[in-house]
């Protein structure tokens, strides 16, 4: 693999990295299993521990899939409006926060 190759797999598995992070973090939330994941989400167990150890470039439709069982739904911001669509999901968190 060249220099440059092996830089853009290094880039992408990086960016991945905060994805694959929220699905492993809702994944325990849940108090699943990566086996139980693997399975509802038509995926080999071996394949969400690579993922979960950032050993393998997941495809869009493996995450999409771990995302659906979990409950969530990827989406594409684009980047001029990432910073609104992060506060509005902030705001959103906060104002749905049960009250003590």
């Known amino acids: 693999m060249s220099d440059s190759s092996t830089s853009q797999a290094s880039d992408t598995l990086t960016s991945i990295t905060p994805l694959v992070a929220t699905l492993a973090q809702a994944r325990k939330l849940q108090q699943m299993t990566q086996a139980e994941l693997a399975s509802q989400a038509g995926l080999s167990r071996m394949t969400v521990q690579r993922l979960e150890s950032n050993g393998l470039d997941p495809r869009l439709s493996t995450l999409n899939e771990m995302a659906r069982v979990l409950g969530y ?28």
């Open 73 to 100: 739904v990827l989406l594409a911001v684009p980047q001029n409006s990432e910073g609104l669509v992060l506060r509005a999901l902030q705001q959103h968190a906060a104002a749905s926060a049960p009250t003590l």
